[in-house]
């Protein structure tokens, strides 16, 4: 079965644009989480996709969103990027089931470098 | 407070000896899961193994095990005979969560252990 796959692996964006990230999940999975990680800050929680619903958001500003597709693969956007925002975004997957056993699967992520 | 708490920002160990990873975890929610990710320098999180609130057993995963102290809300990684391979970041995390559909399951991470096998 593969993994969680992320694209792009790589990128370099000026401050002030926008940048879309991409995530499937492993087949079957219906939960796609986002976390963000920094040498500063570790890794946060950014959001939780469920069924194309937005379930959990974490205290990240309104210029970072997300969704999510029908076949459960998730998108996230960040607009007017700012030198802050460079780090590791890390996408997760689970069965997405109650309770709070199901463990996440992480992709390889992608390393976001803001100029 | 911090939610998750990991002492050792570096730890170094021996191949072929076992290491302990500290973690501590702080909730007042009964129900919650305690997992431990291995990070290499690639950088992808690997999924290494996973505590219940609930369950009576510690976790063992092949040379992974965890030490769940429930009353001092700890759940320490032990890795035995360790490799060269394992030197990696290592984070603890819980997910806090009842049985409802809506509940989180963001995993709240601690600030991870650097662990340097020597050969």
């Known amino acids: 079965k593969a993994g969680v796959t992320q694209t792009p692996r790589y990128l370099i964006k000026t401050r002030g644009q926008q940048v879309t990230l991409s995530c499937s999940p492993i087949?079957?999975?219906?939960?796609v989480s986002w976390y963000q990680q920094t040498p500063g800050q570790g890794l946060q929680f950014l959001f939780e996709y469920f069924s194309e619903t937005q379930r959990n958001k974490g205290n990240f500003p309104g210029r970072f969103s997300g969704r999510q597709f029908s076949n459960s693969r998730s998108e996230m956007n960040v607009s007017t990027l700012e030198l802050g925002d460079s780090a590791l975004y890390l996408c997760?997957?689970?069965?997405?089931?109650?309770?709070?056993?199901?463990?996440?699967?992480f992709g390889p992520g992608t390393r976001l470098t803001v100029t | 407070a911090q939610k998750i708490t990991q002492t050792q920002p570096g730890m170094f160990v021996q191949e072929k000896e076992a290491v302990t990873l500290d973690c501590t975890y702080d909730?007042?929610?009964?129900?919650?899961?305690l997992f431990w990710y291995k990070q290499p320098s690639s950088g992808e999180m690997i999924f290494l193994i996973y505590?219940?609130?609930?369950?009576?057993q510690n976790a063992t995963e092949g040379r992974y095990s965890l030490n769940f102290q429930k009353a001092r809300k700890s759940a320490n990684l032990v890795i035995s005979a360790s490799q060269l391979g394992d030197s990696a970041m290592y984070f603890c995390?819980?997910?806090?969560?009842?049985?409802?559909?809506?509940?989180?399951?963001?995993?709240?991470f601690g600030s991870g252990t650097q662990l340097t096998v020597l050969p």
């Open positions: 997760a997957s689970s069965l997405g089931a109650t309770g709070s056993s199901y463990e996440q699967y």
């Open positions: 909730t007042s929610d009964p129900s919650y899961g």
């Open positions: 995390a819980m997910r806090e969560g009842g049985s409802l559909s809506g509940s989180a399951r963001q995993l709240t």
């Open positions: 087949s079957g999975h219906r939960s």
């Open positions: 505590q219940g609130s609930y369950d009576q």
